[in-house]
Structure formats: C-alpha cells, structure tokens
C-alpha cells in the first residue's frame, strides 16, 4: 500500500481541467496507473517466485485495478466528453471503497454535497472549518476529478447565528459578502466552478423567501456574485435552481429573467444550473430541455445539469421501470451533449444506497451494490464517456 500511495503521489499534480478538455491531466494520470500497474505485476511475480502466494494475488489484484484506471484515463484524454459528475459525501467517500470504485471510473467531476454548505464550513461567526472540504478537493484533484463547488449564499442549511436574528440587515449583508471571499479565496485556483446562490426563486416565479432575501432584498443575489468574483477572477460562477426544467414553467421563465437583469448590470454570472430532480412520470423531453438550456446558453451563458436524479415512480415491474428511467436520462444527456455550452451532467449521488431521497427512490446511475443500471451505459454513451470496462 505504501509502494502504491508514494507513486501515486509522485506525479505531477493535477492540471486543472478548464472546461470539457481534460487532455492533459487525463494523460498523466493514464501514464501513472499504467506504471503503478507495470511495478505490481513484476512484484507479483518475484513474490510467486519467493513463495508468498498471497502477497502475490494481492498484487496482481491491484496491478488490475490500476490498468483500469490507466484504461480509463488514457480512454478520458482521447474522448474529451461532457464531463460526468456527481454529489458525494465526506462520510461515504471515507467509508465506501466500492463508491469510491464506481466514483473513479464512472464520473469525471465531483460536487461536495453539504461539506461546502455554510452551517459547515463557518459553524460560528468567523470561525471556518475546512477540513474536510479540504481533503475532498485533495482527493478528486489527486484524481484528475474537477470539483463542482457547491454552495456559497444559500436559503438552507445555515448555521444558527445567520437565521437566530442576532444580526441586523447591514451586518447580514457583511456576513455573506466575507463568508464567499474567504471561501472563494482557499479554493482559487483549485474549484473552477461554483454555484454562488442557490435556489433564490420559488416555484411561482417570485423571489424565495429565505434570510438574505429579508434582509437585503433581490440585491443579494447580485452582491454575491460580485463578491465572489472579486475572490477569484478565475471561477466560472452558476446560478442553481431546482424545478427549471420546463422552459415555460413560471419558475424558468423568471430565472431567465433574473440572469438576464444580472448579465445587463455587468454582474459576472456565467451560467446557470439546472438541478433536474425528476422523476419517471414527472420529466422535460429531450426537446424541452434543449429549449431550456438554449434559453441561457443564447444569452452567452453556459449551463450544467447540476443533480440530477430520475425517481421510480409505479406502476410497472422494476424493469420497466429502469426503462423508462433509462430515457429520461438517456434524454436529459442528449439534450446537454448536442449543446456545446452544456459544460458537465451531474447526478445527486452515486448510487441508490446514498441517494438523499432514500434507498427506495431508485433514481441514480447505479443501484445499492454499486451496480451500474441501464441508465448508465444510456448516459455515458450520450456523453462520449470513456467505456471502463
Ligand atoms: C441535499 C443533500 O443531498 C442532503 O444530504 C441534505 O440533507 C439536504 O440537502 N438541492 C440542492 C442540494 O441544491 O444542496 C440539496 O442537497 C438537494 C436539493
């Protein structure tokens, strides 16, 4: 083990992957698994040869799965796709050797799913934990993995001193204006990508309810990606919204109109997210969400399908159901893939057995056991994925 992490460290570290081109850093790390894999499988057979039968299968194990990942990363460098992405955990991540598996050759692009959250990373007034944001930029980076950084000025999942009232609109608006310069500050350079506010419309149209709106009204949105800019010239800085799928719905019509206020006002905003959590009877077709995504992308905006999840909804046996799943994102991929300006495709979550809705709500790529279900192949050959067999 120790052999194969120093190697692992020895290469060169990895050149961010500005957007869809990952050649580079795909290629030097398909040459570096292609030499770990080559120093196992001679040590598997000096140890063979020494009689140290376990030690040897050990290796030869590994050797396997390190010409897999070279397999995978020299397929990456050739292909060029839309990257594939998704949300992962801290705790999963630790924990789950086979997420981590599917992970490394499924996705090309990780999005922390609440480590980059405020109530996490500034937990009291000042007081910034990074630790294990830190460690999963580190890891997907070691991986050649961008980072999909998630999320700076958000309604939920606020720590108890921004929502207890101790602060008075002026102080608030300080508050939020330092906690994205801090945290767009460390990771610069290092998150290409980020969402800046998230979820700042409801369902009707109108502006989302929630303590930033309270205080500084819709301005907010505008200062946080001002201020976020200022932190790191270099991000590429996306508006994300759940339920903007339909490009009449009330709640896209008035998120284009927001981009478009903010793009007229010279805010540096350069794309929007469209979460697409949906389900098999409740989706956009294909043809509606490329009217969506035209929507921004003909505005000079890029977009990212950011979380996408497709619910198993009844009736049906479950093969018809993971059909059904299988168009919607069969769909859903074919709509960001024939749009140059879609930049990446994003699931929420691995697999079933870690998805945020549940392990009944069946709606991600690979199921509890980390098998890969019919929607995978549908998506990444949508994607021009690399095939990791
Ligand atoms: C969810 C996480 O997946 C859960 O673990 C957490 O308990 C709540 O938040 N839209 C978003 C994500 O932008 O941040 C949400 O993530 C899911 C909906």
Redesign the pocket.
Known sequence: MALVFALLLAGPPAAHAASRDAGPCAGQAAARHGHIAAVLDRRAGARRTRGQLGDARADRRRSRWHARLARYYGEQALLRPVPRGT?I?YRTLRRSRALRRSFLTGFEQLTP??EM?MERLQPAPGVFRFAEADRMVRFARRYCKRVRG??LV?G??LPRWATDGRFGPEQLGFEMEWHVRTVMSRYAGRVAEW?VV??AIGPDGSYARNVWFDALGKRYVERAFRAAHDADPSARLFY?D?GIELPDHPHTVAVRAMVARLRRRGVPIHGVGI?N?VSTAHHASEAQLARTIRGFTSMGLNVAI??MDVKLDPPGTRARRLERQRLVYRAAARACARNPRCSSFST??VGDGVS?LGPMAGGLLFDRGYRRKPAYSAVSRSLGSPAAP
Do not use: L, S
């Open positions: 949300a955990t799913e609440n959250k998630h999320t958000y939920r999942q969402d998230n979820e994300n759940n979460q959590h950011t979380e929420w979550g945020w």
